[in-house]
């Protein structure tokens, strides 16, 4: 079973379904069907640019970010759990900036939930080690 834990503050009116289901059918997309677990972190301009500065080395207000719980082309070594504890597979977090979104909606003149689903989805694939050119 898929896990997808969101985290928001109350001012983002995020749709909660649209993100559950853009890494739903990303993973199944992708044949994944093991128990694992995705954290969704919805944030603002400032938490996103101090993201950007502390992981980036740079001052771009980025509109989604992806981080694996472990780099798929780093080493062998310090690898987390072949099985878990609790045998979910975490896979890593996923952080939106709102005000991003909103912009970048309006600009292609899509949905916002159009726009967040696309955005999930794409940092969903990057969780899996997919990366885009």
């Not at 944030?43 to 980036?56: A, D, P, Q």
């Not at 890593?92 to 005000?99: A, E, K, N, Q, S």
């Not at 689903?117 to 969903?124: C, G, N, Q, R, V």
Request: net charge negative; glycine share 6%; charged share 25%.
């Amino acid at each position: 079973m898929l896990t997808v834990l969101i985290r928001t503050d109350t001012r983002y009116p995020v749709n909660r379904k649209a993100i559950r289901k853009a890494v739903f059918d990303t993973f199944l997309k992708h044949g994944i069907v093991s128990s694992c677990e995705v954290s969704v972190f919805i944030v603002g301009e400032r938490k996103m640019k101090e993201l950007s500065e502390k992981y980036y080395g740079d001052s771009d207000l980025h509109e989604v970010f992806s981080f694996p719980l472990e780099d798929s082309e780093s080493s062998s070594e310090n690898r987390g759990f072949v099985n878990s504890p609790d045998d979910k597979l975490r896979l890593g977090d996923i952080v939106l900036c709102w005000p991003q979104v909103v912009m970048l909606a309006g600009q292609e003149g899509i949905m916002v939930d159009e726009e967040i689903s696309f955005l999930t989805a794409h940092a969903a694939e990057h969780l899996l080690g997919i990366h885009h050119e």
